[in-house]
């Protein structure tokens, strides 16, 4: 019986459509031996003998991919895959899908969440008010301030749909813009130094490439307002991160509510001693809703190329069909 790796942290234990859809298919269910994210070895190890890993954000390095052969399917649940070493995949004739317009209300919904606890002082208010204090002081307004969003690609654009309910005047960063949403939403697109300029919310929604890495550093937050907040819930990579920590030791920006870390788990990561961000655990995309779309989603690309279907819409190296054997 073929093997499925259900190797996501946040799947343990949840009996969810996704299971039954891979059990009916007739696959062997397969699981980590702890709820935590697997290191390069331990997944190296674990996917041993495994013919489709259902993938959280753990590392598929070249080691990993090289070291299992028998693996025809790395389905990311999820819609990020720079965890995936895509060339080795492909060379080695692995297929890897992802699970698009799954997950991007789930992440529009937590950037306003850390947006709102920027400006709201939510968790100084919350410790001070249970400390027996009561702090009460003027916040800042979301509605009239400009809110920046670095990539308008699904998750994107759902951040500006919530940012027109709020009153927030909207700035993008877009290579590939879909014109028919900039125009009916009044979205006004800049190039990246302009979007970095003038955003009092500035929001990374672009995905971690060689060229995006370290995209926020020292030069980039010297072009920010020192009132402005950063929100990343796009992967730590994009960030520099002790610049950025100098920058917020300085304020030389107001704040930053930062979702993700390069790396993860971050251990003790000097943003933790700063007082001015608000951080969450890579929590963004998973919702009660999203983790059961985007398993059931991977799941279904698994089911549907082990008898002989191409999902082309989750592929995302379509290089490798003419290799691609199940
Ligand atoms: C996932 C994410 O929840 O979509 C992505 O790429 O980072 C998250 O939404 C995460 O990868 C866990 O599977």
């Given at each position: 019986?073929?093997?499925v790796?259900?190797a996501?942290?946040t799947?343990?234990?949840?009996e969810?459509?996704f299971?039954?859809a891979?059990r ?6 397969v ?6 994210q697997?290191?390069e070895?331990?997944l ?5 003998g ?7 954000s ?7 991919i090289?070291?299992?052969p028998?693996l025809?399917?790395i ?12 060339a ?5 004739g ?6 698009p317009g799954?997950?991007?209300?789930a992440v529009?919904e937590h950037?306003?969440?850390?947006m709102?606890?920027?400006a ?10 249970m400390d ?6 003027a ?19 759902a951040v500006a749909l ?13 290579p590939?813009?879909?014109?028919a949403?900039?125009?009916q939403?009044g ?27 370290n995209l ?7 072009l920010?307002k020192p009132?402005?907040?950063l929100i990343n819930?796009a992967?730590?990579?994009l960030?520099n ?9 300085a304020?030389k ?10 790396q993860?788990p971050?251990g003790?990561n ?5 007082d001015?961000?608000?951080v969450t655990?890579?929590a963004a995309g ?8 985007m ?7 698994i089911v549907?190329?082990?008898v002989?279907?191409?999902p082309s819409?989750?592929i995302v190296n379509p ?6 054997k199940?």
């Amino acid at each position: 019986m073929p093997k499925v790796l259900i190797a996501p942290s946040t799947l343990a234990k949840i009996e969810g459509p996704f299971l039954k859809a891979l059990r009916e298919a007739g696959f062997e269910l397969v699981f980590p031996e702890r709820a935590v994210q697997m290191t390069e070895d331990e997944l190296l190890k674990k996917l041993q003998g495994i013919s489709a890993s259902l993938a959280g954000s753990e590392p598929y390095t070249r080691r990993v991919i090289e070291a299992n052969p028998q693996l025809r399917v790395i389905a990311r649940a999820g819609v990020g895959y720079d965890a995936v070493d895509l060339a080795a995949a492909t060379e080695r004739g692995i297929a890897v899908t992802i699970c698009p317009g799954t997950n991007q209300d789930a992440v529009a919904e937590h950037t306003f969440t850390l947006m709102l606890a920027l400006a709201k002082g939510l968790i100084p208010q919350h410790l001070a008010t249970m400390d027996g204090k009561w702090p009460r002081g003027a916040t800042l307004p979301l509605r009239g301030r400009t809110l920046g969003i670095a990539g308008l690609g699904r998750i994107g654009k759902a951040v500006a749909l919530r940012g027109i309910a709020f009153g927030m005047p909207l700035l993008a960063y877009e290579p590939m813009p879909d014109m028919a949403f900039v125009q009916q939403h009044g979205i006004k697109l800049v190039p990246m130094d302009q979007l970095l300029a003038e955003s009092d919310y500035l929001t990374l929604h672009i995905p971690l490439t060689p060229e995006s890495r370290n995209l926020i550093c020292t030069r980039t937050i010297n072009l920010m307002k020192p009132t402005a907040f950063l929100i990343n819930t796009a992967r730590g990579g994009l960030v520099n991160e002790p610049e950025l920590y100098e920058a917020l030791k300085a304020r030389k920006i107001a704040g930053a509510g930062l979702d993700v870390f390069d790396q993860e788990p971050p251990g003790n990561n000097p943003f933790f001693t700063l007082d001015n961000v608000v951080v969450t655990p890579h929590a963004a995309g998973v919702d009660l809703q999203s983790r059961d779309d985007m398993a059931l989603a991977s799941a279904q690309s698994i089911v549907a190329l082990s008898v002989g279907g191409w999902p082309s819409h989750q592929i995302v190296n379509p290089d490798v069909r003419s290799r691609f054997k199940w």
